[in-house]
């Protein structure tokens, strides 16, 4: 405390070799598990699409079979595309000249 009654703030230490080098090994640590972080999100990436990839493809062969089978069903009867889910039939008429 000085004699006007204010305090006084420690000399500031100048950092040492040891705080320097520290400070640099910190920095690479860091460094190194941001970019394995990253490696990370783009492991779980690849495992996500090689998970889904599969999932997708049966769903659209089901999908396929499907809409095979009812055209199949309906070239049998005659007729056109079976009624949708709504019940409206769509038929297209060819006018020739």
């Known amino acids: 405390m000085t004699p006007e009654g204010e305090f006084r703030e420690p ?3 100048q950092p040492g070799r040891f705080d320097r080098v520290l400070a640099r090994v910190g920095g ?6 941001v970019i394995a972080g990253g490696l990370v999100l783009a ?3 690849v495992l996500s699409l090689a998970v ?8 659209a062969a089901i999908g396929a079979g499907s809409l095979w089978w ?5 070239r049998s009867t005659g ?3 079976p009624p949708g889910p709504g019940g409206r039939v769509m038929r297209f008429v060819i006018i020739r000249r």
């Open 11 to 13: 000399p500031l230490r």
């Open 52 to 59: 889904l990839l599969p999932i997708a493809i049966v769903a």
């Open 70 to 74: 009812r055209m199949r069903r309906a």
């Open 28 to 33: 690479v640590a860091i460094l190194l598990a």
């Open 43 to 45: 492991a779980l990436a």
């Open 79 to 81: 007729g056109g595309v």
